[in-house]
């Protein structure tokens, strides 16, 4: 069974760059099996897909105004893992966010668990 892990800063500035690592245990991010995403839950709010990259190396971002164009996803094959830029963070930044192995689009998500195998979450806090 895969295992994901989240890793980054639990406090960033506003207008600073959030960077999140996903490491993969026990798959390989190039296998043809699954889409590795990331995505996010506020406080009080529903999940909300960020964006994935395909196992062909392909990445694919939520286009809606939240994100602004601000979100780059990339993957490094020699460390198995993903990363996740958010730049010019804002508060309403501050969420959870979640690494996620998904066998559809991560746009169908509704809660955290749906349609993969999901990292623990790592909390980040946007505040001066």
């Known amino acids: 069974q895969v295992q994901l892990q989240e890793s980054g800063p639990g406090l960033v500035k506003p207008s600073q760059t959030l960077s999140l690592t996903c490491t993969i245990s026990?798959?390989?991010?190039?296998?043809?099996?699954?889409?590795w995403s990331w995505l996010r839950q506020s406080p009080g709010k529903r999940i909300l897909w960020i964006g994935y990259?395909?196992?062909?190396?392909?990445?694919?971002?939520n286009p809606s105004l939240t994100f602004r164009g601000r979100t780059s996803i990339s993957r490094d094959t020699s460390k198995n893992h993903f990363t996740l830029q958010l730049t010019s963070v804002n508060p309403e930044d501050t969420a959870v966010y979640y690494c996620?192995?998904?066998?559809?689009?991560?746009?169908?998500?509704?809660?955290?668990?749906?349609?993969?195998?999901w990292g623990q979450g790592t909390q980040v806090t946007v505040s001066s």
């Open positions: 026990d798959d390989s991010i190039t296998a043809n099996s699954g889409n």
């Open positions: 990259v395909h196992p062909n190396g392909n990445t694919y971002y």
């Open positions: 996620a192995k998904l066998d559809r689009n991560p746009i169908a998500v509704n809660a955290k668990g749906d349609y993969g195998s």
